[in-house]
T-cell receptor
Framework: DVKVTQSSRYLVKRTGEKVFLECVQD?????MFWYRQDPGLGLRLIYF???????EKGDIPEGYSVSREKKERFSLILESASTNQTSMYLC?????????????FGPGTRLTVL | RKEVEQDPGPFNVPEGATVAFNCTYS??????FFWYRQDCRKEPKLLMS???SGNEDGRFTAQLNRASQYISLLIRDSKLSDSATYLC???????????FGAGTRLAVHP
């Protein structure tokens, strides 16, 4: 069974803190993604990675960075958390096979920045 | 304008009803389309892909109209367990990037 795990389900941080969100997948997928989900806006892509050490900006990369040192792990970093980064963060992975588009999601991390 | 637009609902229907959701997409280069289901406080999961010829999976039927750039999902004989948010998704290919609609909420009541 496919599995994407995220390091925390709930996280509370203070403005200005550095925040690390970790995502691990056990499916040997090449592609990994970070989204945030906000009411009325749906899922918005922050960053994605199609290979180890490779990263591409998504639609809303400002205020975020990522790291992919190993194939199975994709980290999202908030260098200096701000209140407008309070959101649900979802990690996903998919295979590079262009005939298989399914993305598998982790359970999400609900981040609150005070 | 959002790339993928959906009516947010909620659609409140009784058990056994037939309900249909529509979704429009703005990028004519979109190649693949999907419906994902998201239960309250859970992650999205693939419900079904949408093919040009239309496709059916049990009580669920998905249709794609490329000329009008809209996608539909029909649910027949609604069950209480169908209550969820349904996300319309388009892909332009390339690293499997997906564009999500904001979702349509369905509430099925006894």
């Amino acid at each position: 069974d496919v599995k994407v795990t995220q390091s925390s389900r709930y996280l509370v941080k203070r403005t200005g803190e550095k925040v690390f969100l970790e995502c691990v997948q056990d499916m040997d997928h090449e592609n990994m993604f970070w989204y945030r989900q906000d009411p009325g806006l749906g899922l918005r892509l922050i960053y994605f990675s199609y290979d180890v050490k490779m990263k591409e900006k998504g639609d809303i990369p400002e205020g975020y960075s990522v790291s992919r040192e190993k194939k199975e792990r994709f980290s999202l970093i908030l260098e200096s958390a701000s209140t407008n980064q309070t959101s649900m963060y979802l990690c996903a992975s998919s295979t590079r096979d262009r005939d298989v588009d399914t993305q598998y999601f982790g359970p999400g991390t609900r981040l609150t920045v005070l | 304008r959002k790339e993928v637009e959906q009516d947010p609902g909620p659609f409140n229907v009784p058990e056994g009803a037939t309900v249909a959701f529509n979704c429009t997409y703005s990028n004519s280069a979109s190649q693949s389309f999907f419906w994902y289901r998201q239960d309250c406080r859970k992650e999205p999961k693939l419900l079904m892909s949408v093919y040009s010829s239309g496709n059916e999976d049990g009580r669920f039927t998905a249709q794609l109209n490329r000329a009008s750039q809209y996608i539909s999902l029909l649910i027949r004989d609604s069950k209480l367990s169908d209550s969820a948010t349904y996300l319309c998704v388009a892909s332009t290919g390339g690293y499997n990037k997906l564009i999500f609609g904001a979702g349509t909420r369905l509430a099925v009541h006894p």
